[in-house]
């Protein structure tokens, strides 16, 4: 899943700690734990979109705190979306239906989870329906860590860059309940039964059980003996999961940047293979394909998308070369589509790829938001691709786009506001699951 390019906070968050102090200096070590933060926070009034037709706006159900990092949705559009089930109602009429048009959605298990960057322990869960509308879910935002996250089957795996916990969810309510203690965090990436988070200088492994999560034996993978110096500790980000191998990227700050692939064996133990360098420094992310074939990596310094052909069978990556300009993109379920921003961040822009070798072309006009925004997640059937923007420095939304499964391009559906926050710390992603 791609990540807000705005600011690219937790992934390398050690890491630029350690470079304030020079080459050589001591690594900053974590705090204790990460409940110092305040549990939820006072909604705030957004700022909608210049193009927006009227604002009709209601808060979440969350107790207040002190944080000024919020969650607030809004449907930034002519008529309020419906949410016809028990889970978005409550006596203070929150979520009563405002005058308008928009036909009453069929309740859905299928939620969005925020990410959020901002001190505050909060998630923000909103309810996907099958039209296309969101709607947040009683209690939301919930008071748990959620810098990084990511869907284990009927569990939701959150927390920061030191904790991370399960969670149930709700089918109905989309309510979370946390079923496991705080093991060690990181960026995120899991599968039905192993959890992987991705740290500084390791990538911690779990097994999930019942909604408890073990170490596997052997875990922390890939610690790098003897860096270069301190500040280019690497920091394993962009993790991926296809086709039973896990894809990360090894950031090593001024000392490189490449790209891995790991096969998870069956106990979730991994056997690394190194595909490339993406690039000489700075932050990388990469994007692969669901059928595990064709990894793109993402220089962000330089603004340019890789290409490697990568061989599940026997670990072998032939480099393909340079596709297009890119700030970041996500590859839709069916493996057709990938969508991307450019380095302005305030477009879409839509690649059809290529089955045999990979290679992308511009197939439907860029749709322009005329903010910072980034798409980062589609529902489970494809039809709808999920947007992060941006339209002020401390304002946020979702964006939702019907996607054309023939041509590839976009049709807004619907924007729907996070809320502000005080300074530029705030939603950073976002990631949908469907659960039972």
């Known amino acids: 899943m791609a990540r807000f390019p705005r600011p690219l906070v937790l992934v390398f968050l050690l890491a630029a700690m350690v470079a304030m102090f020079g080459c050589g200096a001591g690594r900053t070590s974590a705090p204790a734990s990460a409940n110092q933060f305040a549990s939820t926070a006072t909604p705030v009034q957004s700022s909608a979109p210049s193009n927006a037709a009227s604002t009709q706006s209601f808060s979440g159900a969350g107790s207040p705190?002190?944080?000024?990092?919020?969650?607030?949705?809004?449907?930034?559009?002519?008529?309020?979306?419906?949410?016809?089930?028990?889970?978005?109602?409550?006596?203070?009429?929150?979520?009563?239906t405002p005058p308008g048009t928009m036909p009453p959605s069929t309740a859905s298990s299928t939620f969005v989870?925020?990410?959020?960057?901002?001190?505050?322990?909060?998630?923000?869960?909103?309810?996907?329906?099958?039209?296309?509308?969101?709607?947040?879910?009683?209690?939301?935002?919930?008071?748990?860590?959620?810098?990084?996250?990511?869907?284990?089957?009927?569990?939701?795996?959150?927390?920061?860059?030191?904790?991370?916990?399960?969670?149930?969810?709700?089918?109905t309510t989309g309510t979370l309940t946390k079923t496991s203690s705080d093991v060690q965090g990181g960026q995120l990436a899991a599968t039905n039964e192993f959890v992987y988070a991705g740290n500084d200088n390791a990538i911690y492994?779990?097994?999930?059980?019942?909604?408890?999560?073990?170490?596997?034996?052997?875990?922390?993978?890939?610690?790098?003996?003897?860096?270069?110096c301190d500040c280019a500790m690497p920091a394993y980000a962009s993790l991926e999961i296809a086709q039973g191998h896990l894809f990360y990227a090894d950031n090593a700050g001024h000392?490189?940047?490449?790209a891995y692939?790991?096969?998870?064996?069956?106990?979730?133990?991994?056997?690394?293979?190194?595909?490339?360098?993406?690039?000489?420094?700075?932050?990388?992310?990469?994007?692969?394909?669901?059928?595990?074939?064709?990894?793109?990596?993402?220089?962000?310094?330089?603004?340019?998308?890789?290409?490697?052909?990568?061989?599940?069978?026997?670990?072998?990556?032939?480099?393909?070369?340079?596709?297009?300009?890119?700030n970041g993109g996500v590859i839709d379920p069916s493996g057709t589509f990938l969508f991307a921003t450019p380095a302005t961040g305030s477009s879409i822009d839509t690649y059809r790829i290529n089955p045999q070798d990979g290679t992308l072309t511009e197939v439907a006009s860029a749709v322009f938001t005329g903010y910072q925004t980034s798409p980062q997640a589609f529902d489970p059937t494809g039809k709808y691709l999920?947007?992060?923007?941006?339209?002020?420095?401390?304002?946020?939304?979702?964006?939702?786009?019907?996607?054309?499964?023939?041509?590839?391009?976009?049709?807004?559906?619907?924007?729907?506001?996070?809320?502000?926050?005080?300074?530029?710390?705030?939603p950073r992603g976002l990631v949908v699951g469907s659960f039972q």
């Open 205 to 228: 492994e779990y097994q999930l059980v019942n909604g408890s999560l073990s170490p596997i034996p052997g875990e922390p993978f890939a610690i790098q003996p003897g860096p270069i």
């Open 386 to 426: 999920l947007s992060l923007d941006s339209p002020t420095a401390t304002t946020y939304a979702i964006g939702v786009w019907a996607i054309d499964a023939s041509s590839g391009s976009l049709r807004r559906v619907g924007s729907y506001s996070l809320g502000s926050t005080s300074d530029s710390f705030g």
């Open 113 to 171: 989870f925020v990410e959020n960057a901002g001190t505050a322990k909060q998630m923000a869960v909103l309810r996907l329906n099958a039209d296309g509308s969101l709607k947040s879910v009683n209690g939301s935002p919930f008071p748990y860590d959620s810098a990084s996250i990511a869907i284990a089957g009927n569990y939701v795996i959150a927390g920061n860059y030191y904790d991370i916990a399960a969670y149930s969810v709700d089918p």
């Open 65 to 96: 705190s002190t944080s000024s990092n919020s969650f607030k949705d809004t449907y930034l559009g002519p008529n309020e979306p419906t949410d016809t089930s028990s889970a978005g109602v409550s006596s203070s009429g929150i979520n009563a």
């Open 261 to 326: 692939a790991a096969t998870i064996q069956g106990d979730g133990s991994l056997l690394p293979n190194r595909i490339d360098v993406i690039g000489d420094g700075g932050s990388a992310s990469i994007v692969v394909s669901p059928n595990g074939k064709f990894v793109y990596g993402i220089d962000e310094s330089m603004h340019a998308l890789s290409l490697w052909d990568f061989d599940g069978n026997t670990g072998a990556a032939q480099y393909v070369g340079l596709t297009t300009a890119s």
């Open 255 to 258: 000392a490189g940047t490449s």
